[in-house]
């Protein structure tokens, strides 16, 4: 693992992503307040065999981080809370980079590390699961 420092390109699919969410967080957060709970989507997966999915509650816990209520949002999906500071980090190291001109430094993963960080990310996600049938969601 080593970092690999690239001069700033727009058609960077990094920057272009982290610049989409950075400029999507406030139509989400307006969204959020006016979005009656009753109109949250359903889990298909959930309603067909009776126990939730791995990101069951997402969308509810989404709007609950965008109304700023964090500890609700965890409560409601915690794998979501960890993905959306992630998230937000590189948003924001996105934003930084494009508007200063700064070159952006860039992780790169042999093939083992790329696979143990899958697997990792894969049993984050199964935890959460596990953690979801046990609350009894």
Do not use: H
């Amino acid at each position: 693992m080593y970092f690999v420092k690239r001069k700033l390109r727009w058609d960077d699919g990094y920057n272009l992503a982290g610049l989409f969410c950075f400029f999507m967080f406030p139509a989400g957060v307006a969204i959020a307040r006016y979005l009656p709970e009753e109109w949250l989507p359903r889990c298909g997966f959930k309603l067909l065999v009776g126990v939730p999915c791995p990101t069951c509650g997402a969308w509810r816990g989404l709007t609950l981080l965008f109304k700023g209520d964090i500890a609700a949002a965890w409560r409601s999906q915690p794998f979501l809370l960890g993905c959306a500071v992630l998230l937000a980090l590189v948003a924001c190291y996105a934003l930084v980079t494009a508007v200063a001109g700064w070159p952006r430094y860039y992780l790169v993963l042999s093939r083992w590390e790329r696979r143990l960080a899958w697997l990792l990310v894969g049993l984050a996600l199964f935890a959460n699961w596990f953690f979801l049938i046990i609350d009894g969601r």
